[in-house]
């Protein structure tokens, strides 16, 4: 078994953890794991089409309970890629575990999300405050040619 180190940041700030601490719990029965996987071009209209994806699983998965949040981080998560990658394609993922949601989107680049601080007049530069504003947790995962960025909310 190898074990992979990961940016997780939780309401307490950000911590290094390893994979164990940030899988998928297995305890939840397959019968309330929902998975759902979409590649789409790293364009900022690609937010529209996530937002559209996350509304149709949560609501085959009778969750509308998540879906605002859901929609405004998926939203950010792929902005985000679109606007400071560099990327050509990206993939949102989203994944249902009992009441817990996580929506990921991997990029081709390494550079890590920060969270600005901005002022209120600031037009832009607020993606992962809102995000960690919303989110139980959310992080940064490894992953080949690039990186998942996730958030986990419900």
């Known amino acids: 078994m190898t074990t992979r180190m990961t940016l ?3 309401k307490h700030g950000p911590t290094q953890a390893d ?4 899988a998928t719990a297995l305890d939840v029965p397959a019968m309330q794991r929902r998975r759902c996987m979409r590649h789409m071009p790293c364009a900022p209209e690609s937010a529209r089409s996530a937002r559209h994806l996350v509304q149709e699983k949560l609501t085959d998965w009778g969750r509308l309970d998540l879906l605002e949040d859901a929609r405004l981080i998926v939203s950010e998560l792929v902005g985000n890629a679109a606007r400071h990658t560099g990327c050509t394609r990206l993939c949102v993922a989203l994944g249902l575990d009992g ?3 996580r929506l990921a989107v991997r990029d081709s680049s390494r550079t890590l999300p920060a969270v600005i601080k901005t002022g209120v007049t600031e037009t832009s ?3 992962m405050g809102l995000v960690d504003s919303i989110a139980n947790r959310w992080g940064v995962d490894e992953a080949p040619f690039g990186k998942w960025v ?5």
Request: aromatic fraction near 6%; charged fraction near 30%; charge should be positive.
């Open 125 to 127: 530069g607020r993606g």
């Open 8 to 10: 997780l940041r939780t």
């Open 19 to 22: 994979t164990a601490l940030v």
């Open 150 to 154: 996730w958030a986990e909310i419900g």
């Open 99 to 101: 009441d817990r949601l």
